[in-house]
């Protein structure tokens, strides 16, 4: 679960961890008329009455949701009117459409009718990487970096920002920078940029020896030291991090030392150094007692752990807070709903009226609802709210699913699923979804089939790979073609715990006991699931490691006593 920091990494660095979508975020458009030409020519009537039109017709496609459409009515209108919010328009649009020729040419007559327009050469630039024109991109960056209002020290972390969000481009983006970097080879900020994109795409070694050399041209720079500690935190060298933070802290002053601890927790949760960053977020709260940000995020892992109680005393203490109330109102009612204290967590999912947990917090209610046996109060609920939020829609649909699966009332699942997939029979979520009910239904050809329905749509989803495999495993005899799937989606997702564990446990029903228990230590050390625990007591039980594979059952069965598969692996091997 996703916390605040009172301070969050450079934005920079955050964004090179976390690229956004090039399509997702539309080039914004100036303001109208902002860099009109002083000096065109006059249109008669009819040419006015013709851009006009153009632009209406425009309008009215863009209205429609059809952006080509409307991008080629723009470009029509700036034949005649020369207008750079026009041009920005129309090169918004092109994007949406997926047009790149269009948008292309719509983004150099924008430039020129605003030659200092940032936006319109972000597009050049990014529409020449695709296209593997280095040159037009070196072009475009270097104008961005000696135009910055910031200076040129920005206006390289606005082109690494901007060469880190096309994540094929790597060894390209990498090669451009290498050129800009020529250019200021004695910019702190030059050599902040390449490690940006060179963290960006894994190259590690590049990343520290640029993040290093920034430091070295401005060995005060907050910015490069925390940089270079985010490269270290990648490789795992975490020494020489903990030196560099606690070096930082010394210098820092007030609230800044938390701020330091907060933002290297971060790091280090993001690359699954959990009982690290724990230590940096109890060191804070030693130190700032009142820090609300540490001890929600130490309450979310010990929630995560399963360790309800350190969780709750963590949680409590915030209902009050302005802040942090709603959210603390939420993980308590998580708390609650998991010791099965119904009541109590409809009381605490219902204070949470406002905030980016609301929504959840309802979905939440309806669960508990099933729960309590008033199955058909928490569908009405989910119905409300897709009355009331239509485009929550596929998200409540498949909430209402998860929760019919979780009453055993699978049939009503399956049915929800049939009916949603009716309008949106290619939707992943509906066919991911419906497979786990079709293979809890003992219906493991349907469940294959939708699975491989999405391989069809998109070979590169790891999710459905894993749960394939799994299934394979699990179900079949068909070990080689599922520890195959799991391979590949352990290729795509490295780091997840779910498809380690699927690792681990088809190379055991492969007879491979040693490898299958390194892999089931590594998914239990990322994820405290009682599933993983059952896994790795039953490896270990093979071994003939016997206490050792009851310490890992009585560990889970403390956090979850009443956990199907572990209690049932138990039963099967100690009776």
Known sequence: MPFRFA????????????????????????????????????????????????I????????????????????????????????GRATQLALS???????????????????????????????????DDLDEVYAQSLEMIRGHAGGPAE???????????????????????????????????AHYARSLVALRFEQFELAEKSAREALRLDPESRDDTLLLIGVLVRKDELKEADTLVAKLVKQAK??????????YARLLLDSSHREAARGQLRETLKQDPKNQDARYALGVMAFTDGDLEQAESMFTPLLADAERGGDAAYQLGRVAESRKQYEKALELYRRVNSGGQAIEAAVRQAAVMTHMGKVAEGRELLDQLRRQFPPLGPRLTLAEAEMLMDAG????????????????????????????VHEKM????????????????????????????????????????????IAAALQRSPDDPAVIDSMGWVLYKLGQ?????????????????????????????????????????????????GHRVLLDTVERLTR
């Open 155 to 189: 206006g390289f972390r606005h082109v690494a920002l901007l060469l880190s969000m096309e994540p094929e481009a790597g060894p390209r983006a990498l090669g451009v920078l290498d050129r800009l970097v020529g250019e200021y080879p004695k910019l702190a900020g």
């Open 442 to 485: 003992g219906k493991f050809p349907q469940a294959e089939a939708d699975l491989r329905s999405i391989l069809a749509t998109n070979q590169e989803d790891a999710r459905a790979m894993n749960a394939l495999g799994y299934m394979l495993a699990v179900n079949t005899d068909r070990f080689e073609e599922a520890r195959k799937l």
């Open 7 to 54: 301070i969050s990494l450079p934005l920079a660095l955050c964004l090179v961890l976390s690229p956004a979508s090039f399509a997702a975020s539309p080039v914004a458009a100036p303001a109208a008329g902002a860099a009109e030409e002083a000096d065109a020519p006059k249109l008669t009537r009819e040419q006015e009455t013709q851009v006009q039109f153009n």
């Open 254 to 263: 007030g609230e800044e030392k938390s701020e330091v601890r907060m933002t």
């Open 409 to 436: 009332l699978n049939a009503d699942a399956l049915a929800v699923y049939d009916e949603a997939l009716k309008s949106n029979p290619n939707d992943t979520g509906l066919l991911y979804g419906r497979s786990l």
């Open 56 to 87: 209406m017709a425009g309008e009215l496609a863009a209205g429609r949701g059809q952006p080509g459409i409307a991008a080629q009515a723009f470009l029509k209108a700036l034949e005649l009117a020369p207008d750079a919010a026009l041009a």
């Open 97 to 131: 459409a997926g047009d790149a020729e269009t948008a292309r040419a719509a983004a150099r007559r924008w430039l020129e009718l605003e030659p200092n327009s940032m936006d319109a050469r972000e597009v050049l630039s990014r529409l020449a990487l695709r296209d």
């Open 513 to 561: 006991l040693e490898e299958s228990r390194g892999y089931l230590e590594k998914a239990l050390a990322k994820a405290a699931d009682p599933e993983i625990s059952a896994h790795l007591g039953e490896v270990l039980w093979a071994l003939g490691q016997r206490e050792q594979a009851h310490a890992v059952w009585d560990k889970a069965l403390t956090r979850d006593p």
